[in-house]
Nanobody, 120 residues
Framework: QVQLVESGGGSAQVGGSLRLSCAAS????????MAWYRQPRGRQRDMVAS???????EYADSVKGRFTISRGNTENTIILQMNNLKPGDTAVYLC??????????????WGQGTQVMVSS
């Protein structure tokens, strides 16, 4: 009933920038929270940035000042602007959202992920 589709992944040099997008679609009443997670190969999945329905944002310490999460121009879309990329940013980036599918019922969904590779 609901889907998240990421786009914008790819390769960049150290110090470069990438812009990731996540588009939500399907049948739902609202989206309470959307977030970006990342999972480097062989490591755990960690939250990178999140934004709530009232526009409250949170960031992992490792990306503060470099990454910005925001709402996209298209409804139900979020953007992760990634600046001053570092090798440690290399990972699969996954979009996550908490959907209100019926009144009072939340559904947690994940996108398929998009690869980000940062090299010198």
């Amino acid at each position: 009933q609901v889907q998240l589709v990421e786009s914008g992944g790819g390769s960049a040099q150290v110090g470069g920038s990438l812009r990731l997008s996540c588009a939500a679609s399907g049948k739902f009443l609202s989206i309470k929270k959307m977030a970006w997670y990342r999972q480097p190969r062989g490591r755990q999945r960690d939250m990178v940035a999140s934004i709530t329905s009232d526009d409250t944002t949170e960031y992992a310490d490792s990306v503060k000042g470099r990454f910005t999460i925001s709402r996209g121009n298209t409804e139900n879309t979020i953007i992760l602007q990634m600046n001053n990329l570092k090798p440690g940013d290399t990972a699969v980036y996954l979009c996550n959202a908490d959907f209100e599918v019926t009144p009072g019922l939340l559904y947690d969904a994940w996108g398929q992920g998009t690869q980000v590779m940062v090299s010198s």
